[in-house]
């Protein structure tokens, strides 16, 4: 499920780490400005950073890809179920020449919603494409761990299909508590489920935004304690590590780990590809030329 490490400059925990989500807010890019730039990413040195493109299906689907992918040079994608899991076949029939699909993913309830409902369409249209990972987002809330249940069997079954969950957006609400995430990245561990996160990690470290007052976890603080849980750490050990905000005590421990394959969580989606390479370069944990 993880993608290789090419070039050699970026270390194996850091692989693929970072799906380059610049048509999504609060980046928005243009189909086609997006494109260019994520093949500049695929060229450039820290391109074992980068996963796939990610797309709406609205996109697909309303014919917004346009011309902005050349069959000559192939690009790999991730297909964002914004039009709902039963148009999935939909977006998946309309995908242009120059695409490789790599993943879809799509939400299967609101919060507040069982997601068993959701999670079985999903799993329908999943059992039927090979070629792709399938990530079923699922709200911390009701029904969580049933739904958790439901994608092991599955995936023990063969399906290729894991979770997904939001930690961040433009409510309070959507940016789980350190115990929360600690909570369900031991139940993922637990289940042997690799999981996916989206929205809020725009920085290594936990920080609050100064303009919405809201606290963001640190990409740096889920790797590090995506770690800790495949050693066998429990929830009170993740919590304290996912409350770090001392960027010393993360790079120190991402460091040490830095040649090994990076276990459970598959990575996340960022608008901005540079802002969290930035920061990973600040910090002393990549640099052009050097696998670390």
């Known amino acids: 499920m993880f993608p290789p490490n090419p070039g050699g400059t970026v270390p194996p925990l850091l692989a693929g780490l ?4 610049a048509v999504f807010p609060p980046g928005n890019a243009p189909m086609a400005h997006a494109v260019a730039a994520h093949r500049r990413h695929r060229r450039s040195w820290y391109a074992g950073l980068v996963g796939p493109l990610l797309v709406p299906a609205s996109a697909v689907v309303d014919g917004g890809l346009g011309d902005a992918f050349d069959a000559a040079e192939p690009l790999a994608i991730g297909l964002i179920g914004d039009t709902g899991v039963n148009r999935l076949p939909d977006s998946l029939a309309a995908l ?3 695409v490789r699909l790599r993943q879809v ?3 299967v309830a609101r919060r507040g919603e069982d997601p068993q409902p959701g999670l079985d369409g999903l799993l329908d249209h999943a059992r039927r494409w090979s070629d792709a990972d399938t990530y079923a987002e699922i709200p911390l809330t009701l029904g969580l761990h049933a739904a958790l249940d439901r994608l092991a069997a599955e995936r023990a079954a063969g399906v290729r299909i894991a979770a997904k969950f939001r930690t961040g957006g433009l409510a309070a609400e959507l940016f ?9 990245i031991c139940a993922c561990r637990d289940r042997g489920l690799p999981f996916k996160l989206t929205a809020g990690l725009h920085h290594a470290v936990r920080h609050t935004d100064p303009e919405t007052g809201f606290t963001h976890h640190g990409y740096l603080n889920v790797l590090v304690a995506a770690v800790a849980a495949d050693g066998g750490a429990e929830v009170p050990d993740l919590t304290d590590v996912l409350a770090v905000v001392d960027p010393a005590v993360l790079v120190e421990a991402a460091a040490d780990a830095l040649d090994r394959t990076r276990p459970l969580w598959v990575g996340f989606g ?3 590809i540079i802002e969290p390479l930035t920061d990973l370069v600040r910090l002393g944990l990549l640099m052009e030329g ?3």
């Open 176 to 184: 789980p508590t350190p115990v929360e995430l600690a909570a369900v």
């Open 96 to 98: 242009p020449d120059g």
């Open 290 to 292: 050097v696998a670390r």
């Open 18 to 21: 970072i799906d380059d989500a």
């Open 105 to 107: 993913e799509a939400a």
């Open 270 to 272: 960022s608008c901005s």
